[in-house]
C-alpha cells in the first residue's frame, strides 16, 4: 500500500484515492504520494517510488527514486478525482 500524505487532512472518501493511487503504483504498491488541498482541487506536491520499489507499468526495471506524478495524475482523474499536479 502506497503511503499517503493528506495536508491539512484526508478526505472523507479518502479510500478511493487510495485504490486508484494503489492500482497506479501496480504491484508492489510502495511510494509515497503528498496531497495538499486547494479550494476544490487535491494537489499532488510529491509522488514517488523508493529503490527496488513501485515503478511505473511496463518499466524493465526502477531507477533510484522514480517520479510517479504524471502517473498518479492520470489515475485520479481517470478514478473522477478531482486532482492536479504542482
Known amino acids: 500500500m502506497v503511503t499517503l500524505k493528506w495536508f491539512p487532512r ?19 504498491a510502495v511510494g509515497t504520494v503528498e496531497l495538499s488541498r486547494q479550494g476544490s482541487l487535491w494537489e499532488v506536491k510529491l509522488a514517488s517510488a523508493p ?12 531507477s533510484s527514486q ?5 502517473v498518479v495524475i492520470a489515475a485520479l482523474l481517470k478514478a473522477g478525482l478531482p486532482a492536479k499536479r504542482i
Open 10 to 28: 484526508q478526505p472523507d472518501d479518502a479510500e478511493r484515492w487510495q485504490e486508484a493511487i494503489d492500482d497506479a503504483y501496480g504491484p508492489p
Open 51 to 62: 529503490p527496488g520499489g513501485a515503478y511505473r507499468k511496463g518499466d524493465k526495471r526502477p
Open 66 to 70: 522514480t517520479d510517479m506524478g504524471e
